[in-house]
């Protein structure tokens, strides 16, 4: 399972970091032919509007496989060990059943329901443009599986310790 995390990991910053660069060409492309040429190019802020929607996801389905997202973290940390490696099992639970519904489900409807519909510009069909919500939710999924193994072999070995 650590093997696949690492392979997963690699593969998300790979293609986060060439979306980044693109971000970065694009940007600076669009800004030389606003103001040096006088004539701003017309598809590159609907691809870099784009490309910034699948950095956002992809960067934020690994910060979860990093457990570096965003957290409130004032309750559980004034908890004991034990209580808070339950509390973090209950919370990687509560991301599962959220990120199903509202990442896969919500998101294949999304993209289905979009598919028809063409990007002005690009003349692409908006599904693929949303078709990383589902993807960033099975990535979420699949990370959050793995932290409440790695927090359930945490309490055992506790547990082992304590007899």
């Not at 490696?85 to 209950?90: A, D, G, R, T």
């Amino acid at each position: 399972m650590e093997r696949a995390k690492q392979w997963i990991d690699h593969i998300i910053i790979g293609i986060a970091s060439v979306l980044v660069v693109f971000l970065v060409a694009g940007a600076i492309w669009q800004v030389f032919t606003r103001f040096v040429l006088q004539n701003p190019s017309v598809f590159t802020e609907e691809v870099l509007r784009f490309s910034l929607i699948w950095v956002g996801f992809l960067g934020a389905s690994y910060a979860f496989g990093h457990k570096e997202h965003l957290a409130l973290t004032f309750l559980t940390s004034k908890l004991k060990k034990d209580k808070k490696i339950v509390s973090n099992l209950v919370i990687d639970g509560c991301i599962i059943a959220f990120v199903l519904v509202v990442f896969v489900v919500g998101g294949m409807r999304l993209v289905l329901s979009t598919l028809n519909q063409i990007s002005p510009v690009l003349g692409m069909p908006m599904g693929i443009v949303y078709g990383v919500l589902p993807l960033a939710g099975v990535l979420i999924i699949f990370y959050q599986i793995i932290n409440i193994k790695m927090d359930a072999a945490e309490i055992e070995r506790e547990k082992r310790e304590a007899a």
